[in-house]
């Protein structure tokens, strides 16, 4: 059975957390399975020495997804919280292992985690960690998280990670939390199928998907790991596609073998969060219709 989930509209959503609340709890209501919010720590001015031609900026406002979720874990009881993604490398494993860890808990077990590499350099020289060494520190971050979510105390001893004799508290209520993969690139699509519990297309398409789930699968195989017990997280995006077009879609991604599906509603030209809710209600129709 398929799950259908929500793109949080981060950029669009405003600053009112009453009117986040209200999304999602809507979102909920209306029957979705997860929600999924992506992640970026800061933005660039596109007017700085050298330039910026980044997707984003300073002027776009990015809610941050483990604090946005500890605050919807009270507010929600079902709908699963999913990170599309977390830019981990740029991150402190530890703490982030341990902030999964406390959405897991508070929502009592509905946490999703979802990671990729990230493009964006200027984040990573903020946040103090490298840019150009992400890849290589990805995988150990994978493995470390996983082993303080599932033991009280470790000992680990990476190339990257040293841990003596230490442990996070409170542990997770999913031991260990489900990571899912971003990025479409061979060594992201390598990773995912060694590591991961599923893949998320991201902005993709399922047209422009299908070379790439392809490619996923063969190294599935090379890995060993059964294709049918890994996830696939599919996007529509409503500013390519009208509702006419969201049964086929939909169906597309069941034929590449999704397991989710999600809607999103940014830059569809919406000038409210009313205009993003009669979407999400009109393709959470389409796809009760689609079964």
Not at 73 to 92: D, K, M, N, Y
């Amino acid at each position: 059975m398929t799950k259908f989930g929500v793109v949080f509209p981060q950029r669009e959503i405003g600053n009112d957390p009453a009117a986040i609340a209200d999304y999602a709890q809507t979102i909920e209501g209306l029957g979705y399975d997860y929600l999924l919010s992506y992640d970026h720590v800061l933005g660039a001015n596109p007017d700085r020495p050298g330039g910026w031609h980044g997707p984003y900026t300073y002027r776009d406002a990015f809610h941050e997804p483990f604090v946005l979720y500890g605050y919807l874990a009270g507010l929600t009881q079902r709908i699963e919280l999913t990170t599309g993604i977390i830019i981990l490398p740029q991150r402190q494993t530890a703490l982030v292992a341990k902030q999964a860890a406390q959405v897991d808990l508070l929502s009592g077990g509905r946490l999703r985690l979802g990671v990729g590499a990230g493009w964006n350099p200027v984040e990573y020289e903020a946040l103090n960690e490298d840019f150009h060494t992400r890849g290589q520190r990805y995988d150990e971050q994978v493995q470390l998280m996983r082993a303080l979510w599932t033991q009280p105390l470790i000992t680990f001893k990476g190339q990257y990670h040293s841990v003596p004799d230490a442990g996070i508290n409170p542990l997770p209520v999913q031991r260990p939390i489900p990571v899912w993969f971003g990025g479409s690139a061979p060594a992201a699509l390598k990773r995912a199928a060694r590591l991961g519990d599923g893949w998320m297309a991201g902005g993709l398409s399922a047209e422009n998907g299908e070379g790439v789930v392809v490619q996923l699968r063969s190294y599935l195989a090379a890995a060993g790991r059964d294709a049918s017990a890994f996830g696939i997280d599919g996007w529509i995006s409503a500013n390519r596609a009208g509702p006419e077009a969201w049964p086929d879609l939909i169906q597309q991604w069941r034929n590449l073998g999704a397991t989710h599906i999600g809607i999103n509603t940014m830059d569809a030209g919406y000038t409210s969060v009313a205009q993003h809710l009669e979407t999400v209600r009109r393709f959470k129709k389409v796809a009760d219709a689609a079964g």
